[in-house]
């Protein structure tokens, strides 16, 4: 299994670990462990891209914000790279977990759970 595909699965697993949802144009962009950033985004055609921003020095706000990528040093992973099932069913699984986490849909969700 790739190494990505292993690192997606384990965000996974630790949900609560992905934190400070931002929601810009169709793209969102979030923390995991308070220091590691990252993107996702499905496109028109379901293909779904996260990005790795491994040393930027900028904010999550402001790569939110970003107009200029030049200088923004970033590694994207697609769907369409990867052939298998499981790859496509992990990167959707995240994207479901972000969008709910910009919603806050998690905390909704275990009210009603916890409803009696």
């Known amino acids: ?14 949900k609560d670990a992905i934190t ?5 144009e169709e793209e969102y962009f979030f923390l995991y462990k308070n220091k590691i950033k990252w993107s996702i985004i499905e496109d028109d055609d379901k293909d779904i891209t996260l990005v790795l921003y491994p040393d930027s020095s900028s904010k999550l706000d402001e790569l939110a914000n970003t107009t200029n990528w030049d200088k923004v040093n970033m590694v994207t992973y697609n769907t369409y790279d990867f052939k298998t099932q499981e790859a496509n069913e992990s990167f959707n699984e995240l994207l479901q977990i972000v969008k709910g986490k910009v919603f806050g849909v998690d905390n909704l969700l275990d009210e009603i759970i916890g409803d009696d």
């Open 20 to 24: 400070n949802v931002i929601l810009s």
């Open 1 to 14: 299994m790739s190494k990505i595909i292993t690192a997606i699965n384990k965000m996974i697993e630790n």
